[in-house]
């Protein structure tokens, strides 16, 4: 599901056979609070109140269509209706109780197959790891 909308009824898109790992990977953790001083050995390193770090995502997307007609509206509808708006909030059947809600950088590389097969791959940002609640 992507914006509430199921992807693959609406535009024929689905996530590629890698895009769910990348989902699910988890987020790092912000730099630690470090000291380091010559009067003692090695480092003081604050490890209480540990905060994520924002996620850059790499997903790659399948658009399939029945005919190049479709292909080509439903493409042109996934890119009107969803990257031009820069948010997509995806939610998978897997995790039903989680949304990742991201924000569209830039389509890194799009090829089409057969003429009702695409395969693309987006880059995203996860700003806030931290909240991913439907």
């Not at 730099?31 to 604050?46: D, M, P, T, Y």
Request: glycine share 6%.
């Amino acid at each position: 599901f992507i914006n509430g909308d199921d992807a693959y009824e609406k535009w024929g898109v689905s996530l590629g056979e890698s895009a769910l790992s990348e989902l699910m990977t988890p987020p790092a953790n912000k730099a630690f609070i470090e000291n380091e001083s010559r009067l003692q050995h090695g480092k003081r390193v604050l490890v209480a109140n540990p905060k994520l770090d924002a996620r850059n995502l790499t997903l790659q997307m399948n658009l399939t269509a029945s005919d190049e007609k479709t292909f080509f509206k439903n493409y042109k509808l996934f890119c009107d209706e969803v990257l031009a708006t820069g948010v997509l909030n995806i939610k998978t059947a897997y995790q039903s109780d989680v949304v990742y809600k991201t924000i569209y950088v830039s389509c890194s590389q799009f090829s089409q197959f057969m003429r009702g097969i695409g395969k693309f791959t987006l880059k995203l940002i996860e700003p806030n790891p931290n909240d991913r609640t439907l």
